[in-house]
């Protein structure tokens, strides 16, 4: 990693993005900044970065904030890393399931954050523990519900529900690792496969979700 | 028997007494089993003098309308009294003149009826199929009455002729209103959903003075004290944000809404930030207290003696509850603890085994202490 990782910083407020600006500028390369919807989206097309922080709740476009920004890319494009205020999953699974790998609150440190980006970038998922709490929910972990063959999409695996937990606990990718005796490389590979599934899943919670949220 | 009796004599302020054996005096004679039938089918179960819920908070304007409703009661208890009366009348051989009567009675008895609805009007869309089919009674009863009054008599194909003018006068003049009427319902809409646009603002309005800005007035005064303007903005905005998205069960019947709120209070106490996760929900059922309070303790335990994230993870079941408390402090061996600190030991882990569930605390030097309790919350063993 010689070269800086070119990040695009969209979100409304403007102290915010200078704040954040100021903390990540020595580590990643700051190359544009956008405060709405159609802003963002000239911006990033324009320069091309490869990861965009992006904020769930954005003025402008047809409302649909953060998600439409990153549906507007439909999976090409830079990685987005959504970023919130609300730790309420439900704002968050829209991004989500517009195409963003990942999702932390802003309460997160910057080093964290940095971290953060540079494991989207990587082409990996961020799951923040809210996110894990709230995947365990809706596919049915809590009750004891565990994939079998013909809907793969629609549960976890007993091993990723593992994951998933450990995260909702407070766990970093590391510690998970450590507890399940198993390398980061495969806690990311199980990440990265709860990330699909929620993208993709049709999940009877989800789809209601979703239709509540005129997503659909 | 089906409260009819009792329903009248609220109505009319009468004991309830009285009014049965005026029922079963009149019942004899017979109408009064019609009458009682009647009343059976057309009155509210509900006590008329209670106001709907949905209703309460606007009370007094609309409560004047509500009190039309006992009124007409009375009159048709009267009319259809004077009718048991008639008939007595005729048994006993007076002559009564029916033909004008029946017409008359018919009317009379629809017009009743078509405004004891009135008061649905008021109460937007909580017009039912019973609520349509009085009114639909009610104008066939209108419409047979001034037939029959008109016709007077004369056979059955002059009262089928008087039917349809009248029918034929009635399309006429609702095709004339039909446009003046649509425009009144629309008008009246709009007018409705502007004022529902403005109670919501007034609403919020409300709240965001009660809380946002008693807080930012309160964060003015104490800006020199960083801790509490700290704790005031953290609060405030725990609660916001509950406002905002509002998906929160009450505490009393929700295990998740307790353990939050046990988080707040944690959070409150100590000027701490814990983070909360929450999966799935159960009503706080018998052994839960014991979590709850055995969770108050772990978090006040790792805000204290750990170190900064702590977070609160519950995983709550069908049938049982997991709850993790974990912080990044220097850690700590267990077995070194003296056994008579009673912190960990007693109020943590006993409180749980004691409800049999299972409890243990796993720490290191250096990686932190994660509290483990698990718990059946459907099982009464231990209470």
């Known amino acids: 990693m010689n070269a800086k990782l070119r990040v695009v910083l969209v979100d409304d407020h403007a102290l915010f993005r200078s704040g954040t600006k100021a903390e990540l500028?020595?580590?990643?390369?700051?190359?544009?900044?956008?405060?709405?919807?159609?802003?963002?989206?000239?911006?990033?097309?324009?320069?091309?970065?490869?990861?965009?922080?992006?904020?769930?709740?954005?003025?402008?476009?047809?409302?649909?904030?953060?998600?439409?920004?990153?549906?507007?890319?439909?999976?090409?494009?830079?990685?987005?890393?959504?970023?919130?205020?609300?730790?309420?999953?439900?704002?968050?699974?829209?991004?989500?399931?517009?195409?963003?790998?990942?999702?932390?609150?802003?309460?997160?440190?910057?080093?964290?954050?940095?971290?953060?980006?540079?494991?989207?970038?990587?082409?990996?998922?961020?799951?923040?523990?809210?996110?894990?709490?709230?995947?365990?929910?809706?596919?049915?972990?809590?009750?004891?519900d565990v994939a079998v063959a013909d809907d793969e999409l629609d549960s976890l695996t007993a091993r990723e529900q593992e994951v998933m937990r450990l995260i909702a606990r407070g766990y970093t990718y590391r510690e998970v690792a450590g507890e399940l005796f198993i390398s980061i490389k495969t806690v990311e590979t199980h990440v990265s496969a709860v990330l699909r599934k929620l993208q993709l899943s049709n999940r009877s919670e989800l789809t209601r979700w979703a239709a509540r949220r005129n997503l659909l | 028997m089906a409260g009819v009796a009792a329903g009248l004599a609220e109505h009319?302020?009468?004991?309830?007494?009285?009014?049965?054996?005026?029922?079963?005096?009149?019942?004899?004679?017979?109408?009064?089993l019609v009458l009682y039938v009647w009343l059976w089918l057309t009155v509210p179960s509900a006590d008329p003098a209670a106001p709907p819920p949905a209703l309460a908070r606007l009370a007094p304007v609309l409560r004047d309308k509500e009190r039309?409703?006992?009124?007409?009661?009375?009159a048709a208890g009267v009319v259809l009294l004077a009718l048991a009366g008639l008939v007595g009348a005729t048994a006993a051989g007076a002559n009564v003149p029916w033909q004008w009567l029946v017409p008359v009675l018919a009317l009379l008895g629809g017009l009743i009826l078509a405004w004891s609805q009135l008061e649905y009007v008021d109460a937007e869309s909580r017009r039912g199929p019973v609520s349509w089919m009085r009114l639909i009674g009610a104008l066939a009863l209108v419409v047979l009455g001034s037939a029959l009054l008109i016709s007077q008599g004369r056979g059955p194909s002059s009262l089928f002729m008087a039917l349809v003018a009248g029918l034929a006068v009635l399309a006429g003049v609702a095709l004339v209103l039909a446009p003046w009427w649509l425009r009144l319902i629309n008008a009246l809409g709009d007018?409705?959903?502007?004022?529902?646009?403005?109670?919501?603002?007034?609403?919020?309005?409300?709240?965001?003075?009660?809380?946002?800005?008693?807080?930012?007035?309160?964060?003015?005064?104490?800006a020199s004290d960083e801790a509490s303007v700290r704790r005031l903005a953290r609060a405030q905005e725990r609660e916001l944000r509950e406002w905002l998205y509002q998906d929160r069960a009450p505490s009393g019947l929700s295990l998740a809404t307790a353990l939050k709120d046990i988080a707040a209070e944690v959070e409150d106490l100590t000027d701490a930030e814990i983070g909360v996760v929450v999966a799935g929900d159960h009503p706080p059922t018998g052994p839960a207290a014991a979590l709850i309070g055995a969770t108050?303790?772990?978090?006040?335990?790792?805000?204290?003696?750990?170190?900064?994230?702590?977070?609160?993870?519950?995983?709550?079941?069908?049938?049982?509850?997991?709850?993790?408390?974990?912080?990044?402090g220097p850690g700590f061996d267990l077995n070194q603890v003296p056994a008579d600190r009673l912190g960990v030991r007693e109020s943590i882990l006993g409180r749980v085994r004691r409800q049999g569930g299972s409890a243990e605390v796993v720490s290191a030097p250096g990686q932190g202490t994660e509290i483990r309790l698990k718990l059946t919350l459907t099982g009464k063993e231990g209470l």
């Open chain 1, 25 to 144: 500028g020595a580590s990643l390369d700051i190359v544009g900044e956008a405060g709405g919807v159609e802003e963002a989206v000239e911006v990033i097309r324009r320069v091309q970065p490869d990861v965009v922080l992006l904020d769930v709740h954005l003025p402008g476009g047809h409302g649909g904030g953060g998600a439409e920004v990153a549906a507007a890319f439909g999976g090409s494009g830079p990685k987005f890393l959504a970023l919130s205020v609300s730790d309420a999953a439900g704002d968050v699974v829209a991004v989500i399931r517009a195409g963003a790998r990942g999702y932390v609150t802003k309460t997160i440190t910057a080093s964290e954050l940095t971290e953060a980006i540079g494991r989207v970038a990587g082409g990996d998922a961020v799951f923040s523990p809210g996110l894990a709490g709230f995947v365990l929910d809706a596919f049915g972990a809590v009750s004891g």
């Open chain 2, 191 to 222: 007018e409705r959903a502007a004022t529902a646009r403005e109670a919501e603002r007034a609403d919020i309005a409300a709240h965001l003075h009660d809380s946002v800005l008693q807080t930012l007035a309160l964060i003015r005064n104490q």
């Open chain 2, 68 to 74: 039309r409703s006992p009124l007409l009661l009375a």
């Open chain 2, 12 to 32: 009319l302020g009468v004991g309830t007494t009285v009014t049965r054996w005026a029922f079963v005096i009149s019942g004899l004679l017979g109408p009064g």
């Open chain 2, 296 to 328: 108050r303790e772990g978090l006040l335990n790792a805000v204290r003696h750990g170190a900064p994230p702590v977070s609160l993870y519950a995983e709550i079941g069908a049938d049982r509850a997991e709850v993790f408390i974990k912080d990044r």
